[in-house]
């Protein structure tokens, strides 16, 4: 299987990105985490995305926030699918960083998902993933069925307290 390549921007993401690997790990999928920030490691960052395809990622994840170019930056040097999750930091409310994410000319797309949505954008990279592989399709219905029915029990448990 591929593995999916997360870099976040700095160790200060890494609540964001824990929502990630914790999705990835329920579903058995290989992947890398680092810290490369497109401003402060420019050349380390723009390497491993200019690498990814060769090093056996299928999908990169990258994370950031304020002025957040990471995906773009990594989108700019791989034609793997780039999923960008902005992160919130203590000013502005993630709303700096989601545009700097989603914002993205024309030719180089970053799928980016909700403020600090990382469990969603590891969701996603499986989900591209699963177009050649029928095993992980399979594991990522059941976890729809799984999860659906826990909302089912909440709501049998709502109507009979209240
Ligand atoms: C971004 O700046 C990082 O992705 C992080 O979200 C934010 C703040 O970084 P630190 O100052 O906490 O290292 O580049």
Do not use: W
């Amino acid at each position: 299987m591929k593995k999916i390549g997360i870099i976040m921007g700095s160790d200060s993401d890494l609540p964001v990105i824990e929502k990630a690997t914790a999705q990835l790990k329920a579903l058995d999928i290989p992947y890398e985490v680092h810290i490369y920030s497109a401003h402060r490691t420019p050349d380390e960052a723009a390497e491993f995305a200019q690498d990814a395809r060769e090093n056996g990622f299928g999908v990169l994840i990258a994370a950031a926030g304020m002025a957040a170019h990471l995906a773009g930056a990594i989108a700019a040097r791989t034609t793997l699918p780039v999923i960008g999750i902005p992160c919130k930091s203590s000013v502005f409310d993630g709303m700096d960083a989601l545009l700097s994410t989603v914002q993205m000319p024309t030719g180089i797309p970053v799928a980016t998902v909700a403020v600090n949505g990382g469990a969603n954008a590891a969701l996603l990279a499986a989900q591209i993933l699963a177009v050649n592989d029928e095993d992980l399709a399979k594991k990522l219905q059941q976890k729809r069925f799984a999860d659906a029915a826990a909302v089912l029990k909440k709501d049998a448990e709502i109507a009979s307290a209240l």
